[in-house]
């Protein structure tokens, strides 16, 4: 396994289940003392999506933050089509352990926006990886609801008749593979009984969760259940005037929580 090497804001390749990944880091690498926010974005979403939300983060935290595209994302390895329906437990049992270990991860916050919080959770809930000390979960998805697999479908429609393909194709290399991985597999017939409930309630660290109010993928429905099912310590912020991407819709607020979760999960 090739190490990821950390140069601070250079961007960078990690080898990761087979796959080479774009990453980029800031701030001090991994050690034994601060833990590190690795961040897993959405699932039309990239690196370069992220803006300057990861270099916010580490000046804000003082923390490393490390953050790449997926496999079938902006400038990373493509994948194969169609993606299997469980494609979020897989890149949290292989992809994700794998790109752990080449980043040399001592301690770590795992941070996550939809499908990216999905990954977290699934992750959390399916290893014993006492490395995790954390998790910062925004928009996340435990199960589909009707009203955002609608918007799914809206998606669909705007990529094939509107502007959305185009605007997608400046951040990803892939862009038919990036957007059809996400839309097809969660639009598939089969995709409506996907639950990931029970991978939260074997959660052994504690878990900022972040939602718009107006969110149009999901509802507070996700939050609760969460609350519901972690045995862990669960905070919950509910933005209002807000929809799918916090960090975009109310930054100030999002950096802020973000950044004093981060302090108490330091002082543990």
Known sequence: MTAFPWIEGAAGDVFADGKRLEAVAYGPP??????????????????????????????????GVFAYSRAGY?????V???????YMSREARFSLPALLAAIGLKRGILLGHSDGAS????????????????????APHLFTEEMGLTSIAEAGH???????????????????????????????PGFKAWNIEDAV???????????GA??????????????ARSPAPVTSLILEACRHSPQVDQPRATLDAVVRFCAEVARA
């Open 119 to 138: 990954i977290a959770a699934i992750h959390a809930g399916e290893h014993a990886d006492e490395r995790i000390k954390g998790l910062v979960l925004m």
């Open 214 to 227: 107006d969110d149009q993928y999901g509802t507070l429905r996700q939050v609760r259940a969460i609350e």
């Open 74 to 78: 902006g400038r990373s390895d493509p």
């Open 30 to 63: 991994p050690d034994h003392q601060a833990p590190t926010i690795v961040m897993l974005h959405e699932g039309l979403g990239c690196l370069a999506l992220w803006r300057d939300f990861p270099q916010k983060l580490a000046a804000a935290t003082g923390h």
């Open 158 to 188: 705007a990529y094939e008749t509107g502007d959305l393909r185009a605007r997608l194709a400046k951040y990803h290399a892939h862009v038919d593979v990036a957007f059809h991985g996400w839309n097809d597999a969660w639009l598939d």
């Open 80 to 86: 194969d089509l169609p993606r299997p329906l469980d």
């Open 201 to 211: 309630g074997r959660w052994r660290a504690p878990a900022l969760v972040i939602q």
